[in-house]
């Protein structure tokens, strides 16, 4: 690690907006770390190089893809993961992370975060996608758990299709738990056990995020928009995630409607007291 | 085929509006109150709306020269027929503006095609690699016969822009939200426009004739020599020492290549 | 026609040359004081999967009956010109 990085505290962090870029360097608010996507930051030069050079002399950052298509049946788009290293390379972040998820097919992108079956299949596909990515990136990668609206037939539930991901790849996992959360109320995907069925060691980020409720007919979907703030059901499992996973980095994540800065900052403060409460109720993990 | 990858093939299309979700349905569990196919068609929203987006980012001008509804039905439609390939959106659209120029229901605003164009070039000038603009002292060191022979490289976030229309005008006065504050006479003549970015501003810089056939000749890597005499084609009068001067104070050179 | 091919064509560039060294002398100075990053703006790829809260709706979906006209005052400010532009 080159000396001169910038501690990784124990604060939560955010997602980079360009809209709070200035505000983030001129008040330098205490924040563990900042988010980008990484396709965002694939330009050549300009103006999104130079703020994030700036805001990565004073913040730990974290790079989070959201488009190299982990779960499509079809190789992986090299050309893609040379600039995701680019990007690993010119700013050394702390983590780097995917989704479990796929977006690319018979030559187009969809920019969506598409679900995949969970089934022996679509785990050989994606394990050997993630260990291609951790052997051309020279590190381990985390995945993220997907929000979704439909369900496949699957062999595997989510949470044991992930643990064996892991196994398989030796890749940590980002867990979102809006995404459980929506996944739950959208399929009925099962919360009980799901934190206890992923390793324990697995867990390299948490993020937190508002989703808007969506009526279709009688009947209440929920959109994994991020553009709200993250709702009382949420806090609590990541109370939950904390009692289980211990401190590890957590995340804010607004992708629309965005506020002020200080409203996240908030929220950053939220994520900051439930973990240090938890913390202080659980013998901290060895 | 694999069932995963016929299962995305039949997803990726139906995503792009080519398929209908009712034909997906038995793919998914068919979770009542809402039925699958409505389901499906949040992905399908979720995909088209997701590149829609990049559009309007590209193309603030054009969004606001059209409203937001015309606007949406029109990238819509282009994003179904011009998906991207590649998961990098910074330079999506490249053929956003041919495809307006074609779109039926623009055709009463003549200008539009232009104006994405101009937008397409800042936007490439913006993501394009970092620079140093060539110093107008680094010229000082050549005699007056190796300045005739020499090829100056334009700025590699060089873009050139032509219209015959204001698009310039067109083009500042929306950039802020509540519109032009002044009025722009669209009879007011065409633009010639340099579009690059030789620092950490993109800047558009309108020029004569002679002037823009004069930068022509010079990205083509011809000599001073040859750019003068295509320049004087374009515009007889053509000062070359003040036209010279005006673009290399302006930082429009990244390099300077003896013959 | 004013052509200039008797005209060193070499002493017009070392005149363009002199002309812009004095040009930017004092306009260097101005970029250097101004601690400056450019315009940042949003990104284009993003993990949301919805922005527009209208999932479900057909919004994108073609249908010719709902056919959106261009609003008629287009834009009040941008006048004259019609659908010929002027040369």
């Known amino acids: ?286 | 085929m694999s069932r995963l990858r016929e299962l995305q093939s039949r997803i990726a299309a139906m995503s792009l509006g080519r398929l209908d979700p009712e034909t997906l349905a038995g793919d998914v569990l068919d979770d009542r109150p809402i039925p699958a196919a409505q389901r499906l068609r949040i992905y399908r929203n979720n995909t088209q709306l997701g590149l829609v987006d990049p559009l309007a980012a590209t193309f603030p001008v054009v969004l606001q020269l059209v409203g937001e509804e015309f606007f949406l039905r029109m990238a819509g439609d282009f994003v179904r027929a011009h998906p991207p390939q590649r998961p990098e959106l910074l330079a999506y659209g490249q053929e956003f503006p041919g495809f307006i120029g074609d779109y039926e229901a623009a055709t009463s605003v003549p200008y539009l095609a232009d104006v994405a164009r101009l937008e397409l070039a800042w936007n490439f000038a913006y993501n394009a690699p970092d620079r140093e603009p060539l110093s107008p002292r680094a010229l000082t060191a050549f005699a007056l016969e190796e300045l005739e022979t020499l090829r100056l490289v334009p700025h590699p976030t060089l873009r050139f822009v032509a219209s015959n229309w204001p698009v310039m005008a067109i083009w500042q006065a929306h950039q802020s939200e509540d519109g032009p504050d002044q009025a722009i006479d669209l009879d007011a003549g065409g633009d010639m426009l340099l579009v690059y970015r030789p620092r950490q501003e993109t800047l558009i810089r309108k020029v004569g004739a002679g002037a823009f056939a004069f930068i022509m000749s010079l990205s083509a890597r011809q000599t001073l020599a040859a750019a003068f005499t295509s320049a004087l084609a374009g515009e007889s009068d053509f000062n070359v020492s003040a036209e010279l001067s005006a673009l290399l104070a302006a930082e429009i050179f990244a390099e300077a290549i003896p013959s | 026609m004013k052509t200039v091919p008797n005209v060193h064509l070499g002493l017009l560039l070392a005149a363009a040359v002199t002309g812009a060294v004095a040009l930017t002398a004092s306009a260097a100075q101005a970029a250097d004081s101004e601690k400056c990053y450019g315009v940042a703006k949003a990104g284009k790829n993003d993990c949301k999967t919805d922005a527009h809260s209208c999932a479900g709706q057909t919004k994108t979906d073609k249908d010719p009956a709902s056919f959106v006209e261009l609003p008629a005052g287009l834009c009040e400010k941008l006048s004259g010109g019609s659908t010929t532009p002027k040369k």
């Open chain 1, 1 to 286: 690690m080159p000396s001169g990085m910038p501690p990784f505290s124990a604060s939560a962090g955010i997602g980079l907006k360009a809209q709070h870029m200035s505000a983030i360097l001129e008040g330098r608010p205490a924040l563990g770390f900042l988010e980008i996507h990484a396709e965002n930051y694939m330009g050549d030069g300009g103006a999104p190089h130079r703020w994030l050079s700036a805001l990565a002399e004073h913040y730990p950052l974290s790079v989070h893809g959201v488009g190299l298509s982990l779960g499509s049946d079809q190789p992986l788009d090299i050309e893609h993961l040379d600039k995701l290293a680019r990007v690993v390379e010119r700013y050394r972040p702390r983590l780097v992370s995917e989704h479990l998820a796929w977006s690319v097919m018979d030559g187009h992108y969809l920019n969506d975060l598409l679900p995949i079956p969970y089934d022996e299949e679509s785990l050989g596909v994606v394990a050997s996608h993630v260990d291609q990515v951790q052997e051309h990136l020279g590190r381990t990668i985390l995945v993220e758990n997907p929000a979704v609206y439909v369900a496949f037939d699957s062999s595997l539930a989510e949470p044991q299709f992930l643990a064996e991901l892991v196994g398989r790849t030796g890749c940590g996992l980002l867990l979102d738990v809006n995404n459980i959360y929506v996944s739950h109320r959208n399929v009925g995907l099962e919360t009980a056990g799901y934190l206890d069925a992923l390793p324990r060691g697995a867990v390299g980020e948490i993020h937190l995020a508002g989703h808007h409720v969506r009526t279709i007919g009688n009947a209440e979907i929920r959109i994994d928009d991020h553009g709200s703030p993250v709702c009382a059901e949420v806090w609590d499992l990541y109370r939950q995630a904390v009692a289980r996973f211990g401190a590890v980095p957590a995340l804010i994540e607004r992708d629309s409607d965005i506020p002020p800065l200080e409203e996240l900052l908030k929220e950053v403060e939220t994520a900051n007291r439930i973990r240090r409460e938890e913390e202080a109720r659980h013998v901290p993990a060895a």
